[in-house]
């Protein structure tokens, strides 16, 4: 089974020559994605002999999985791992994210953090916000997970060939997460050791989230067109429909009009009708799209 481990990196000088040393001990297909580095990631990564994809300027992490994913299916491997450049993961960890591919057990595997006692190495601050982002993913998709927003994953080739992640950010690992169940793919957690040490790189908390909600709201009104905007129609169109009939009641028995909830009536009218109308035009949008690719 030809296996690719592919490393989205950002000046990741300090930690990428270290890494790529202990993966060249089980594997020589290694891709390096530099993400317009300002040091010398890329030429570490060259003179170690891994195999280098180089933005010109920084994209962002979900750009670097996007040229990781385009690369891996470009050379026909059977299984993508993607492994941080921040030594946080563990070498010896690969061969379980990869054994549910190889026993096609799974197409998808994520090295959680949450399954064993190996949480305790994540500082609490982002331990709240990987739960609390991974329980908004839970929403969007037919899984429960521990852990969406592991960067240390196995693909399988048939992920790879029918998803083409979009996302530049960080809201990428929930994109993959909510197509891949919409497309029915297999979706398997293993536990991993976490590694965090004084080299190792955190992102932003707060930008991270906020891009993973966004991304969370994007792809799941794509995916769910009726569900994300059909539900919320209903509900303003029952209020309204409410606050109209009582509007129609008080002006048979008074003869007046009460402005204020003849008001509410209109306005939640009109926004049910407008959702309901976004429903059943992107519904079919995609409908057609998806036909399309067929």
Same mark, same amino acid.
Request: with cysteine; glycine share 6%; proline share 3%.
């Given at each position: ?32 994605? @530099? @993400? ?41 491997? @059977? ?28 197409? +998808? ?23 609390? +982002? ?26 790879? =060939? ?9 809201? +990428?690992? =929930? ?5 891949? #169940? ?50 919320? #129609? ?61």
């Amino acid at each position: 089974m030809s296996v690719i481990v592919g490393i989205p990196a950002y000046n990741e000088e300090k930690n990428i020559a270290s890494i790529i040393t202990k993966l060249k001990k089980i594997t020589d297909k290694i891709i390096v994605c @530099d @993400d317009g580095s300002e040091d010398l990631t890329s030429q570490i990564s060259k003179d170690l002999g891994a195999q280098v994809i180089t933005h010109e300027k920084n994209m962002g992490y979900g750009a670097a999985i996007r040229s990781l994913f385009l690369k891996a299916k470009e050379l026909e491997c @059977d299984v993508l791992v993607t492994f941080d450049a921040d030594g946080q993961h563990r070498i010896e960890d690969i061969e379980k994210v990869i054994k549910p591919i190889s026993e096609n057990e799974s197409d +998808i595997v994520i090295g959680s953090r949450f399954l064993d006692d190996s949480d305790k190495e994540v500082p609490s601050y982002r331990k709240v916000g990987i739960k609390v +982002i991974t329980k908004i993913t839970n929403a969007s998709i037919k899984k429960q997970l521990t852990d969406s927003q592991s960067g240390f994953r196995a693909y399988s080739k048939q992920v790879l =060939t029918k998803l083409s992640p979009s996302e530049l950010g960080m809201g +990428i690992s =929930t994109e993959i997460l909510i197509k891949a #169940s919409s497309h029915e793919f297999r979706i398997t957690e293993v536990p991993i050791k976490i590694l965090y040490g004084e080299n190792t790189s955190t992102h932003n908390p707060v930008s991270h989230g906020s891009s993973v909600l966004l991304s969370t709201i994007k792809f799941t009104s794509i995916e769910h067109p009726l569900k994300f905007y059909g539900i919320p #129609s209903i509900v303003f169109l029952i209020i309204g429909i409410s606050f109209t009939v009582w509007t129609i009641q008080e002006y048979a028995i008074s003869g007046d009009i009460i402005t204020n909830v003849a008001i509410i009536a209109i306005g939640c009218v009109i926004v049910g009708v407008v959702l309901l109308l976004c429903a059943i035009l992107l519904y079919s949008l995609v409908s057609v799209m998806r036909e399309g690719k067929n």
